[in-house]
């Protein structure tokens, strides 16, 4: 067969994305110059140079109101197969209805999101602290309800789940039965942060301070990394992700990862600087990561934001 004529793809052993696919300080490291000047059009340009660099992203817009059909439409038109979203379920379903009765809800959601259904990796389930053990009977019946066949990955807030107790066991025994992941959010580094910028305290009001437990409950462990405003501080707490990461990996399963910053405008470069951080511990492995580059003519190079490579 001649290879280079084959459109085969290969599923990369991992996915980087970041929160969001459309910042505007991401103009020179990300999008580039664009011509269009109507929103739709720019909304459009954005998510296309962003799934060339990423391929994957958070759908966080969707957990406050369903997107118009065409909207999604737009989407798909922006990204391509190698690409996935990882979309939030509405918080009209998680958080209002609290998952029951919520049948009309699913439904009328993922008719809208039909179009984007085979470019959607993991499909989001976050719950409100509320939201506690007595609650696990309602998500198993929810993991019943929703379309089979499909990637979920659920996040848990309340304490008693991080408590490594009967209710954690409880919630990690629930999720792998149900081939369901879940999604871990490691805040360990925003929280360093001195509550100094406006930015950092409104992470800190808004993200939860809770411990990080590297679970793997299915094959698409989502890990959510709350990054340090200052990029050489988050050396030190992805150490452990070095190690985990490719742990991972080696048993098949195929990791999303996503970066944050307190505000976002530097998460494409820390993004960048912690896969090469992965890079190089794969390197001599049969799951070697692909290369990926911001746009040239504003990347900073990794030695001066300190990462020694």
Known sequence: MDNSTSTATIDPPLRLGLAMWSQNQWQQTVYGNSQAHRLAHRLAHRLARYAEIFNTVEGNTTFYATPSLQNVQNWYAATHDEFKFTFKLPKHITHELQLQHAGPALQQFFSIMEPLINRTGVWKIQLPASFGPQSLPQLAQFLTQVPQGLTYGVEV?????????????????????????????????????????????????????????????????????????????????????????????????????????????????????????????????????????????????????????
């Not at 501080?233 to 985990?244: D, E, T, V």
Request: glycine share 2%; net charge positive; aromatic share 8%.
């Open 157 to 309: 807030r309340n304490s008693a789940f991080f408590a490594k107790g009967e209710a954690e066991q409880a919630l990690n025994r629930l999720l792998i039965d149900n081939n369901c992941n879940r999604i871990i959010m490691d805040t360990r580094p925003v929280f360093a942060a001195a509550p100094t910028t406006a930015a950092v305290i409104d992470t800190h009001q808004k993200k939860p301070k809770v411990p990080v437990h590297a679970i793997s409950t299915a094959h698409n462990p989502v890990v959510r990394f709350i990054g340090h405003p200052q990029a050489e501080a988050n050396i030190h707490f992805f150490q452990n992700w070095l190690k985990q990461l490719p742990l991972w990996i080696a048993q098949n399963k195929q990791p999303y990862l996503f970066i944050h910053t307190p505000d976002n405008h530097n998460a494409p470069q820390l993004a960048v600087d912690l896969y090469r951080l992965l890079q190089q511990q794969l390197a001599q492995s049969t799951s070697a990561l692909a290369d990926i580059n911001l746009l040239p003519q504003q990347q900073h190079t990794t030695t001066q934001m300190g990462f020694d490579l």
